[in-house]
């Protein structure tokens, strides 16, 4: 009967650790992929998951401090140090490896100063500094270590519970200050119990990142055009008309450019189709470079060789400087392909949002007429539905 008793006592905890972990990590998950979808439908310059900066690092930075100064109040409140040890420590080893140390040393400080507010100062305010600290600089080093043998990140594991191992038995043997000795069942719980719960942890968050790399690939596959890196035909679809009504609604100028290279065609038939997508890719970023120094400005690679600009704020003078000064970036363009130099031109056409457009269809489709206007009329020409 004790021995039920006893692994009763063992086992409800070992699960509720476990779970309550894997609580922490699946709700991180749920506010990362809000943040990534958010991302994702504002921007095209997300290609990889980035915990190092921007809107993730906030978001990681904000959430594990608020989980430190939680598992702070809560051993503070019920006056048990070594109780709330394992959680430290998991919460430690993830952001150094998830996070990297910038935003793991800024969490163990609010980590300290929240123990400095709950618990005073005292000589385990001191004893817990100098141990988050202390155990931050090994695992950054054995993080460092792994990288730099190119092992598998997968041996943090078994370093991090040998130091975890250690702790609890020196907690055993010594009585420390302020935490006092920890008995030998409580021991041995705590380092298997630390065991299963990184092991969990590890490979649950491994397979989530995973996933979240995976969200993004796709959705770059689904939104960005993988030659030109612009957004496709699937994304001007979508966008043209919403912002088309955007500008109507509020009564702003709109202006729209469709570009087209000139004598594409025999581009590809000269020198191959391999030339032509050098051409394709420096025009892509020349093309990306200008909508990058304006503000509500989109660019989309529409057709085989053919490109949409989309201008809110701008009529059609200021468009037309805009056109200018794409006419010549790209006329200066020079596409070494074995050593031979291929130049080219483009044309384009402009079009301005008038009030007897019904539809975003019937302000592209003038674009598209003056487009091949320019192009019937010699190419590298810059035609307007004001001065046609």
Known sequence: MMILTEQYWLVKPL???????????????????????????????????????????????????????????????????AGFMNFRLLLLIFIVVFLGFHSSFEIVLIDILAHLVFYRFTVLTLYHAAFLIVLLLILEFSIFLIRKRESQPVWIIPAAQGLTTIMWIVMHYYDIVG????????????????????????????????????????????????????????????????????????????????????????????????????????????????????????????????????????????AQVVAQDLAERIAALEVNYHGQMITFTASIGIAKLRESDGCSNHLFERADRMLYLSKGRGCNLITTDETN
Not at 31 to 49: A, E, F, P, W
Request: with cysteine.
């Open 15 to 81: 699960f509720t650790g476990v779970f309550f972990s894997l609580g922490i990590i699946l709700f991180f998950q749920l506010l990362v992929r809000l943040v990534l979808n958010y991302t994702t439908r504002h921007t095209q310059n997300v290609s990889k998951v980035d915990f190092f900066v921007g809107r993730l690092k906030l978001l990681s930075v904000i959430y594990f401090s608020v989980l430190a100064i939680l598992f702070e109040y809560k051993s503070a409140m019920v006056h048990n140090y």
């Open 179 to 318: 935490i006092g000795r920890v008995t030998v069942r409580e021991m041995w719980f705590n380092i298997v119990s630390f065991l299963i719960m990184e092991t969990v942890l590890y490979f649950g968050l491994s397979i989530l990142f995973a996933d979240n790399q995976q969200l993004i690939s796709v959705t770059l596959q689904a939104t960005t055009d993988a030659l030109t890196k612009l957004k496709n035909y699937n994304m001007f679809h979508k966008e043209f008309p919403v912002i088309f009504d955007r500008a109507k609604q509020t009564d702003v100028d709109f202006t729209m450019i469709e570009m087209d290279i000139d004598r594409f065609k025999s581009i590809n038939d000269t020198y191959g189709h391999l030339a032509g997508n050098d051409v394709l890719t420096v025009v892509g970023a020349t093309l990306k470079s200008i909508t990058d120094e304006m503000e509500d400005a989109e660019c989309y690679r529409t057709g085989g060789e053919e490109f949409s600009l989309l201008m809110a704020g701008k009529n059609v003078e200021e």
